[in-house]
Every structure is written in structure tokens, then in C-alpha cells.
């Protein structure tokens, strides 16, 4: 049965013009890049902890580890991620992580959704509505984006510290997809990714300030 499985997912991907690769997270594939990383096993899983680099003092920054070697336009990224809030992160932090993409050479330009996992069960709805984020690096941060489109790059998604989240995003042309947990449909869609259709470009494993972050489990799967 196993055998078969196998053999439908070959034919399901070679049909749908995909091709895939689990990434191994391991010291020579990975660059941090104002964060600071560390290899470990958590929770019996092999991952990659993530830190910003607290001199970076503004947000939506390239703070990420970038995976070496790969290049990536459209397809789906799949990861495995985990957060907690620092010791001495702040009331307004909110466990943000996520994932970068077509990341251009000196990074200096990308794209990237995370989420905001403190939100997810929050009291307050506003904080609810606000548990997803998409900004584009370097024009189009958070903060320019609520304020001149708001509710169109954010969004709800149930979600918590210190649990382990399944994040896979699809990106075709100018859309990015974001799924959580192996959720059918959704949680947020973005039609317009400010790079438009974009270029090859790296991935990113992706923190920001107050946040000790862990990924595991990084598949890639690329449009042919």
C-alpha cells in the first residue's frame, strides 16, 4: 500500500507540473542573515531556533535563516513551524513567524507571510483579525499596508504559542496562497504580491523581534 501511495504522489506532482524535495536543514545549507540560529532536537524533532538579531530595531526586516542552493519562482513550500515569546520580548510581541520568498541575491528584496500566533485566541477581535500577515520587502511592510488597505493582507486563522503549525504557502504568478494545518481551504490569499510576477529567488525561514522561533520538516515543491 505504502508502495502505491508513492507511486500516486510521483504521478499526481509529474501531472500537475511539480516537483518536489524535502529540505535538510543542516548547518551547510543554511545562512543566517540578521538572526542568530542555531541547530537542535525540540520535542524529538530535528529543528532549526531562530532569533532576530536584536540590533535589527524595525520590523518586517530581512530577519530570516536563508536556505542555500534553492531557487524558487512558483510552486509550494511547505514547514513545520513552533513559537515562543522571549523572555524579555515585549506586551506588543506576538510570536511572528513565517516564510520569505524569492529572495534576490542580496536580500535586499522579497516577499513573505507570517503569522502572528499569540493572536489567534486573543480576547480582542481586532488582535483575532490580525493573526496573519503578508508584506513585501523593502516598500510594502505591515504597517503601509494596514493603513492604506486594511483587512486586505491580514487575516484569522486559529493558532497558539508553543504548538507546532503546519504553514504551506502556493505561489503561482502574482498569488500567494497561505494553508495552515492541512486545512482545505485558505486562510489568507493575496492576489497581488507587490513584486508582481517576480524571479527566482532564495527561501527564507523567517522571525521577528520577540520571538524564539523552530522549523522542522521543510518541503519544497517547485512549478515546472
Known amino acids: 500500500m505504502k508502495n502505491v501511495t508513492i507511486i500516486f504522489l510521483l504521478i499526481f506532482f509529474a501531472v500537475n507540473g511539480l516537483y518536489g524535495q524535502n529540505v535538510k536543514l543542516e548547518a551547510k545549507t543554511l545562512a543566517a542573515n540578521k538572526v542568530y540560529m542555531t541547530l537542535e532536537t525540540f520535542q524529538g524533532k530535528e529543528v532549526v531556533k531562530v532569533i532576530k538579531d536584536s540590533a535589527v ?4 526586516e530581512p530577519t530570516f535563516v536563508r536556505i542555500k542552493n534553492i531557487d524558487f519562482k512558483d510552486g509550494t513550500i ?3 513551524v513552533l513559537s515562543l515569546l522571549l523572555p524579555n520580548a515585549s506586551p506588543s510581541d506576538r510570536g511572528f513567524i513565517g516564510v520569505a520568498f524569492r529572495i534576490n541575491e542580496n536580500n535586499s528584496k522579497f516577499e513573505c507571510i507570517y503569522i502572528r500566533p499569540s493572536n489567534g485566541r486573543a480576547e480582542e477581535q481586532i488582535r483575532r483579525n490580525h493573526s496573519i500577515q503578508y508584506f513585501s ?5 505591515f504597517s503601509r499596508l494596514r493603513k492604506e488597505a486594511p483587512e486586505i493582507y ?3 486563522a ?5 504548538e507546532w503549525i503546519k504553514i504551506k504557502i ?4 502574482k498569488q500567494a496562497k497561505l494553508f495552515l494545518n492541512d486545512n482545505q481551504h485558505p486562510s489568507l490569499i ?6 508582481g510576477e517576480g524571479s527566482m ?8 523581534v520577540g520571538t524564539e522561533g523552530r522549523f522542522s520538516d521543510l518541503k519544497i515543491f517547485k512549478q515546472q
Request: hydrophobic content about 40%; proline content about 3%; aromatic content about 10%.
Open 201 to 208: 529567488g532564495a527561501i527564507g525561514l523567517f522571525v521577528d
Open 190 to 195: 493575496v492576489n497581488d504580491l507587490k513584486h
Open 57 to 60: 530595531k524595525e520590523a518586517d
Open 154 to 156: 491580514e487575516s484569522y
Open 78 to 80: 511547505e514547514v513545520n
Open 158 to 162: 486559529d493558532m497558539g504559542l508553543n
Open 170 to 173: 502556493v505561489v503561482l504568478g
Open 137 to 141: 520587502f523593502p516598500d510594502f511592510k
